[in-house]
Antibody, heavy 123, light 107 residues
Framework: EVQLVESGGGLVQPGGSLRLSCAAS????????MSWVRQAPGKGLEWVGR??????????AYAAPVKDRFTISRDDSKNTLYLQMNSLKTEDTAVYYC??????????????WGPGTLVTVSS | SYELTQPLSVSVALGQTARVSCGGN??????VHWYQQKPGQAPVLVIY???NRPSGIPERFSGSNSGNTATLTISRAQAGDEADYYC??????????FGTGTKVTVL
């Protein structure tokens, strides 16, 4: 059974940094593309970024609102995904979900989701 | 950038059929995926690539995609189907795009 468990959320001041982790189990993590999706309180879902598997090139892509501030990385030896968030803004306040990504040549979707971790950016 | 539009809310009588629309420019040229999110919980994939159900998702959930509208259909609606539903596509310019979300209420 696929399990994804996020950690590292909390309260941080504007301009601060935070690193989220996602511990994965129940599937071959190293072969799997991974992603972060967030949801601001009372709002809809917003894609944050994704990282390909090493075999797929290991490259990352980010949504415009977080580009150049957030960095996704992975440690396949630990089956763990990371999200380094710098220069945080109040609008980054959200529940952050770790997801697996299933891809074909023309599309991609999010198969499995963790329970999420809340990040609050406030002074 | 590519945008997906959903109705804010849909109501359905218990045991009847609910249809949730997802509008986008020539959306039929894309694969549409659907997620169910109950209050306080993470989203769950209920339909992928227009009309495929993951294992464990009841046959009552089905999807279609034509023209500028994709549709999630919930047959024989149950109280447990009350949730927010989001459509999602992958676009070569915008990457992963979510719809605005629809709250389904079972009366």
């Amino acid at each position: 059974e696929v399990q994804l468990v996020e950690s590292g959320g909390g309260l941080v001041q504007p301009g601060g940094s935070l690193r989220l982790s996602c511990a994965a189990s129940g599937f071959i993590f190293s072969n799997t593309w991974m992603s972060w999706v967030r949801q601001a309180p009372g709002k809809g879902l917003e894609w944050v970024g994704r990282i390909k598997s090493k075999a797929g090139g290991g490259t990352t892509a980010y949504a415009a609102p977080v580009k150049d501030r957030f960095t996704i990385s992975r440690d396949d030896s630990k089956n763990t995904l990371y999200l380094q968030m710098n220069s945080l803004k109040t609008e980054d306040t959200a529940v952050y979900y770790c997801t697996t990504v299933s891809t074909t040549a023309t599309t991609a979707h999010f198969d499995s989701w963790g329970p999420g971790t809340l990040v609050t950016v406030s002074s | 950038s590519y945008e997906l539009t959903q109705p804010l809310s849909v109501s359905v009588a218990l045991g009847q059929t609910a249809r949730v629309s997802c509008g986008g420019n020539n959306i039929e040229s894309k694969n549409v995926h659907w997620y169910q999110q109950k209050p306080g919980q993470a989203p769950v994939l209920v339909i992928y690539r227009d009309s495929n159900r993951p294992s464990g998702i009841p046959e009552r959930f089905s999807g279609s995609n034509s023209g500028n509208t994709a549709t999630l259909t919930i047959s024989r609606a149950q109280a447990g189907d009350e949730a927010d539903y989001y459509c999602q596509v992958w676009d070569s310019n915008t990457a992963y795009v979510f719809g605005t979300g629809t709250k389904v209420t079972v009366l």
